[in-house]
């Protein structure tokens, strides 16, 4: 008779190996692919994809029925051996604006309705902000998720908005549409916000710059609302200078102008890129 433990382990073996399967030039499969391929009983197969879906670490597009790894599953052990696997730009981007404000900086994301903070560096100032990797905030109801909807385009800001509205259980925090695709524009100009929020803390944050098949990504500077609204314009440039170090660096990679280009979106298959984080 399977006992409980041997059942978690087995489970724990096989999130392993969905993670490692996508490390083969594979970016998006279906729960049949893996099925098949890993030799699993579909019906398990699907049960850990969704499980994983909700943790954060996989993306599921509806229309295409197919799974596709997040950010949160780069950013897995980053810190180990950090001499030599911690010195890509966007870690030593927040590492160096932690270092500067001695304030909380989160790295987040959009994803299934929801930000995510994919990693977090908390402040050695008296006061900074706790925050945890993994954390999840509404998107309509946090400065980071509505800097990173502002980025998608209005008629993809509308369909979601419709969406979260009609999944959130208190009437009070529905919004208008209409007035949130307004707001979203002036973002989507700006690429950056400064926000104070209910519970007495503060945000700066900026858009970084947006690659094809690759999440959103958004950093910001997290501190009690305070110090945001004395330090608020000094940590905006701080992070925009980063944004466009960053920028440069996506440039030099990819050789085309468009990828440092976030928020106007002007090329088609940006759309897919939207049905994959808000389907």
């Given amino acids: 008779m399977v ?3 041997s059942r978690t382990i087995k489970s724990a073996h096989r999130v392993l190996e969905i993670l490692e399967y996508f490390d083969q030039d594979r970016r998006h499969a279906t729960v049949m692919d893996m099925s098949r391929t890993l030799k699993y009983p579909q019906s398990s197969t699907s049960e850990l994809l969704r499980c994983l879906t909700r943790l954060g670490y996989l993306h599921y597009n ?3 029925r197919t799974y596709s790894p997040t950010a949160r599953v780069a950013l897995l052990g980053a810190w180990v ?5 911690r010195g890509g730009p966007v870690l030593s981007a ?3 604006i932690a270092e500067e404000t001695n304030e909380t900086v989160l790295l987040s994301t959009n994803a299934n309705y929801v930000v995510q903070h994919l990693h ?3 402040g050695n100032a008296e006061g900074a902000i706790d925050a945890h990797g993994g954390d999840t905030r509404p998107v309509l109801h946090s400065p980071q998720g509505r800097l990173l909807l502002s980025s998608y385009r209005n008629e993809h800001i509308r369909s979601a908005v419709h969406r979260l509205n009609a999944d959130e259980p208190d009437p009070a925090r529905h919004v208008k549409i209409s007035d949130v695709v307004s707001e979203l524009s002036a973002l989507r100009e700006k690429g950056w916000i400064i926000a104070q929020e209910e519970d007495g803390t503060g945000c700066v944050a900026v858009l970084l710059p947006h690659r094809r098949h690759m999440d959103r990504l958004a950093i910001s500077i997290q501190a009690r609302s305070e110090v945001i609204e004395e330090r608020g314009e000094e940590m905006l440039a701080l992070l925009l200078r980063q944004r466009d170090r960053l920028g440069s660096l996506c440039l030099e990679e990819d050789g085309t102008e ?9 090329d088609p298959p940006k759309i897919v890129s939207y049905r994959r984080h808000f389907a």
Avoid at 81 to 85: A, I, N, R, T, V
Avoid at 258 to 266: A, D, H, K
Wanted: hydrophobic share 40%; no cysteine.
């Fill in 94 to 96: 927040i590492d160096e």
């Fill in 258 to 266: 468009e990828m440092n280009n976030v928020v106007r979106l002007p």
């Fill in 81 to 85: 051996k950090p001499s030599l696997f």
């Fill in 3 to 5: 006992t409980s433990a």
């Fill in 62 to 64: 509806r229309f295409r």
């Fill in 120 to 122: 977090v560096l908390h």
